[in-house]
């Protein structure tokens, strides 16, 4: 069966530091990958999606880039974190269907 | 463009009343629309999907293509309906991407 795997789980890191975020996928080939962002109030914001390797596509501008070196990661990245970056991260994949499936999500608080 | 509109963004029912989550969406074309749930300490889930035309836990939800809805509904709320409910569309075309609402917290009064 397939899982998705994200850490760390939570994350305290100062202003100007940078950011690494990891999600893996096992049991299944060649998914769609996704980054959100969870935010109160203001729901689920799409960050970026992968239709497969070294291919990234960003839906907003902003402080935060993702990669895709092998088929089942997906890592968000930051070199100079800022305070808005601040929230809930999630990552999701899918298959043919669109049903989309989350990890367990990041918790990163920027201080 | 696609949009997902869910106007409240608290709702506090008591036990065994009839609970509605609404949703609206916009879109030029033939939709998929989801609901995920959120409970507490758990991940993000599929709850039910319109295609599928089930019930899942009492949960019921009627696309309505005329008013471009998709409200969720429960005849009567159980304590362990609390959470966190995202309404969702995606549409055939580009990467398929889901686009959220803002989400509903519901909460069921004992």
């Known amino acids: 069966s397939q899982t998705i795997h994200q850490w760390p789980a939570t994350l305290v890191q100062p202003v100007g530091s940078p950011l690494s975020l990891e999600c893996t996928v096992e049991?299944?080939?060649?998914?769609?990958l996704y980054w959100y962002r969870q935010a109160a109030g203001r729901g689920l914001q799409l960050l970026f999606y992968s239709v497969g390797i070294g291919q990234i596509s960003s839906e907003v501008p902003q402080n935060l880039s993702a990669s895709r070196p092998q088929d089942r990661q997906f890592i968000l990245s930051s070199k100079k974190l800022l305070l808005s970056d601040s929230g809930f991260y999630l990552c999701a994949w899918r298959e043919t269907s669109l049903e989309q499936f989350f990890g367990p999500g990041t918790r990163l608080t920027v201080l | 463009a696609q949009r997902v509109t869910q106007p409240e963004k608290l709702l506090s029912v008591f036990k065994g009343a009839p609970v509605e989550l609404k949703c609206n969406y916009s879109?030029?074309?033939?939709?998929?629309l989801f609901w995920y749930v959120q409970y507490s300490r758990q991940r993000l889930q599929l709850l039910l999907r319109?295609?599928s035309r089930e019930s899942i836990k009492g949960f019921t939800a009627d696309l309505n293509k005329g008013e471009t809805s998709f409200h969720l509904k429960k005849p009567f709320a159980q304590e362990e309906d609390s959470a966190m409910y995202y309404c969702?569309?995606?549409?055939?075309?580009?990467?398929?991407?889901?686009?959220f609402g803002t989400g509903t917290r519901l909460t069921v009064i004992p």
């Open positions: 969702a569309l995606s549409g055939y075309r580009g990467a398929n991407n889901l686009f």
């Open positions: 319109h295609i």
């Open positions: 049991g299944t080939s060649n998914p769609n």
């Open positions: 879109y030029s074309g033939s939709p998929e």
